[in-house]
């Protein structure tokens, strides 16, 4: 999810800590509890401060290893060992309990977006991405400033934020029995699909979707159970060439590779280098593909420079490669 919701869910279990006696009994337990979840709600995303670095970087390790089983184990305790001494008559064991619901909540909703999360390193560094919820979702967003300010009016923090716990637990099941109609829809328009990838937007309704079946890829949205292709593509392979080969060693292109599972490719010859350019297919915004890694090589398949992240005109690409435009 996005900075902000996750804000509010931090506060949000601050205030369903009230339902806990232990919390309530101990002053200095509550307000510990409240900055320990604040805290542990943000934790696993301190790596968006690899942006800093450069987008490969971050995009090869954004919710990586600080969204594993490890570092859901360690977070709390480094959250609890932060807070203590400012606190030495908490209850340790609740300020624990609640840091870690803080921190397993993060990772644990992370899973539904598209983007999705290595939640299950060490075992596995498959990305966990269920596609049922968008990164920012009015609603749940919505719905927690709303249990804020009903506790700023003198609502009893805990019942409140239990029931829209409740409610969003009903959205939750809701938004995945639309996203199998969707399903059932797509596989209607191609039935031949070997895969599908659906993606939330911020409407309600409407979803974009990434279809492949053994010769072509399809791009389009679903807008209630009604399905539109917008794009085709043929499926063609990666070939072998020395130029393709060369870039592929970049670490852009790597980091690009590592985290595109649909993506195409083009190649183009100029009079003094080869550019290579690969374009994630799940995104596809206004007629535009933004999501690129492009690699520039001269004719000795040297690389010049690259780039991976998100363009939005090719004029701003070309200013990111340090090349006039035009």
Same mark, same amino acid.
């Given at each position: 999810?996005? =900075?902000?919701?996750?804000?509010?869910?931090?506060?949000?279990?601050?205030?369903?800590?009230?339902?806990?006696?232990?919390?309530?009994?101990? =002053?200095?337990?509550?307000?510990?509890?409240?900055?320990?979840?604040?805290?542990?709600?943000?934790?696993?995303?301190?790596?968006?401060?690899?942006?800093?670095?450069?987008?490969?970087?971050?995009?090869?390790?954004?919710?990586?290893?600080?969204?594993?089983?490890?570092?859901?184990?360690?977070?709390? !305790?480094?959250?609890?060992?932060?807070?203590?001494?400012?606190?030495?008559?908490?209850?340790? $064991?609740?300020?624990?309990?609640?840091?870690?619901?803080?921190?397993? $909540?993060?990772?644990?909703?992370?899973?539904?977006?598209?983007?999705?999360?290595?939640?299950?390193?060490?075992?596995?560094?498959?990305?966990?991405?269920?596609? @049922?919820?968008?990164?920012?979702?009015?609603?749940?967003?919505?719905?927690?400033?709303?249990?804020?300010?009903?506790?700023?009016?003198?609502?009893?923090?805990?019942?409140?934020? $239990?029931?829209?716990?409740?409610? !969003?637990?009903?959205?939750?099941? !809701?938004?995945?029995?639309?996203?199998?109609?969707?399903?059932?829809?797509?596989?209607?328009?191609?039935?031949?699909?070997?895969?599908? @990838?659906?993606?939330?937007?911020?409407?309600?309704?409407?979803?974009? @979707?990434?279809?492949?079946?053994? *010769?072509?890829?399809?791009?389009?949205?679903?807008?209630?159970?009604?399905?539109?292709?917008?794009?085709?593509?043929?499926?063609?392979?990666?070939?072998?060439?020395?130029?393709?080969?060369?870039?592929?060693?970049?670490?852009?292109?790597?980091?690009?590779?590592?985290?595109?599972?649909?993506?195409?490719?083009?190649?183009?010859?100029?009079d003094d280098y080869y550019e290579v350019r690969f374009i994630d297919l799940r995104y596809r915004s206004n007629g535009h593909y933004p999501f690129v890694a492009v690699v520039q090589l001269d004719k000795n398949l040297k690389i010049l420079r690259s780039y991976?992240?998100?363009?939005?005109?090719?004029?701003?690409?070309?200013?990111?490669?340090? !090349?006039? *435009?035009?």
């Amino acid at each position: 999810m996005d =900075t902000g919701t996750h804000v509010v869910m931090g506060l949000a279990l601050g205030g369903l800590s009230t339902l806990d006696p232990a919390v309530m009994e101990n =002053t200095a337990t509550a307000s510990s509890v409240l900055i320990g979840t604040i805290i542990g709600s943000q934790a696993p995303d301190i790596d968006t401060l690899l942006k800093l670095k450069n987008n490969a970087v971050y995009i090869r390790n954004h919710r990586g290893i600080t969204h594993s089983i490890p570092a859901v184990l360690m977070w709390p !305790i480094a959250i609890v060992a932060l807070i203590y001494p400012f606190f030495p008559d908490v209850n340790l $064991l609740h300020l624990w309990i609640w840091t870690f619901a803080a921190v397993f $909540l993060h990772v644990f909703v992370d899973i539904f977006n598209a983007y999705g999360t290595q939640a299950l390193r060490p075992f596995s560094s498959k990305w966990v991405a269920l596609g @049922i919820i968008n990164t920012f979702d009015p609603f749940i967003f919505s719905i927690h400033v709303m249990g804020l300010l009903l506790w700023a009016l003198g609502a009893h923090p805990g019942y409140t934020f $239990l029931a829209i716990y409740a409610v !969003i637990l009903v959205y939750y099941i !809701i938004r995945f029995q639309y996203q199998q109609m969707i399903l059932k829809a797509v596989k209607k328009v191609v039935p031949d699909a070997t895969e599908i @990838i659906i993606a939330p937007t911020m409407r309600f309704h409407q979803w974009r @979707i990434a279809v492949m079946n053994k *010769h072509q890829f399809f791009v389009g949205v679903a807008y209630k159970n009604q399905v539109s292709i917008f794009d085709r593509f043929n499926r063609v392979p990666i070939p072998e060439s020395p130029v393709l080969q060369a870039a592929k060693k970049d670490k852009n292109l790597s980091a690009f590779l590592s985290f595109s599972p649909v993506y195409r490719w083009e190649l183009d010859e100029y009079d003094d280098y080869y550019e290579v350019r690969f374009i994630d297919l799940r995104y596809r915004s206004n007629g535009h593909y933004p999501f690129v890694a492009v690699v520039q090589l001269d004719k000795n398949l040297k690389i010049l420079r690259s780039y991976t992240g998100w363009i939005f005109s090719e004029e701003k690409l070309r200013k990111k490669l340090d !090349i006039i *435009h035009g």
